[in-house]
């Protein structure tokens, strides 16, 4: 009898200690948001991609390109340069992350050999051609948006939570975000765009996903633009955590070299 009196109260404390408060924590839109978020890709990030753009008639465009990312708490800096091919080589994109604000962000035009700022107005607009905007090339912070989980369904052989994501406010061209979010990595592996008058327009997905260094990588990834019927892949094929990148990379002085 004692011996399953101590059992039940070993297990009481192994409850208590592991969950907030000594209660569970019922899974919500907003802790599911903030668990994505928040997900660990160490404190910097190099990445080397190939991208090619895909047109209706299935003409291809070949790019590679390379991404430098660093994170200062929960903020982050984000570098980017294409390689190739030389219509493109050398075009550069810097977003700096602002707590409680939209990202700042610059373009680098060799033609033109100055940098300029990406303005609000044009957030919606494509860069460089992409089937990405401005908009999409910044996290998308859980507080700008109301979160509820609509269900739990399977995709691409990955369980996942459904959740459906809604501007707080006229902040984004869309007018909600339906994310499949992998229960094992906390990874959206796709999410639904839809524009202001409900219509699903884009979709991104994740067709890979490992472990690389500790860390869940999405390495090969598609984005759906469903109205122009055009797409952008891309493929990590080089990637390094944790390089202790120097700051200065992430600077208009460095875009503009």
């Known amino acids: 009898m004692k011996r399953l009196v101590f059992k039940l109260l070993f297990l009481t404390f192994i409850l208590l200690a592991f969950t907030p408060n000594g209660y569970a924590q019922e ?6 948001a903030n668990k994505v978020f928040n997900v660990d890709n160490g404190i910097d990030r190099f990445i080397k991609t190939d991208m090619v753009l895909v047109d209706k008639n299935g003409s291809e465009r070949k790019r590679t390109l390379e991404i430098y990312s660093k994170d200062r ?5 984000t570098f980017l340069e294409f390689m190739s091919p030389a ?4 075009t550069r994109f810097l977003s700096i992350e602002v707590a409680g604000n939209d990202d ?4 680098y035009l060799p033609a033109l050999g100055r940098s300029r700022r990406i303005v609000s107005s044009q957030k919606n607009i494509r860069f460089a051609n992409t089937d990405y905007t401005y908009e999409d090339m910044q996290r998308r912070r859980p507080e700008k948006d109301a979160h509820k ?3 739990q369904e399977q995709y691409n052989g ?15 061209q869309y007018s909600k975000r339906v994310s ?8 959206a592996v796709r999410i639904d765009l839809y524009d202001k008058k409900s219509k699903k327009v884009k979709e991104f997905l994740v067709k890979d996903l490992k472990q690389i260094q500790g860390f869940w ?5 598609v984005m759906n633009d469903l109205k122009a019927d055009h797409r952008t892949d891309m493929q990590i094929v080089e990637i390094k955590y944790d390089q202790n990148m120097d700051d200065t990379m992430f600077s208009t002085r460095h875009l503009e070299e």
Not at 104 to 107: D, F, P, S, T, V
Not at 158 to 172: I, Q, R
Not at 180 to 187: C, Q, R, V
């Open 27 to 32: 899974l919500t839109g907003n802790i599911l």
């Open 73 to 77: 708490g929960e903020l982050s800096k």
């Open 87 to 90: 219509d493109i080589k050398n």
């Open 104 to 107: 700042i962000q610059y373009l």
């Open 149 to 151: 989980i609509t269900g």
């Open 158 to 172: 990955y369980e996942c939570y459904v959740l459906e994501s809604v501007p707080n406010e006229k902040n984004s």
């Open 180 to 187: 499949w979010i992998d229960k094992k990595s906390f990874i």
């Open 217 to 221: 990588t999405a390495t090969q990834t």
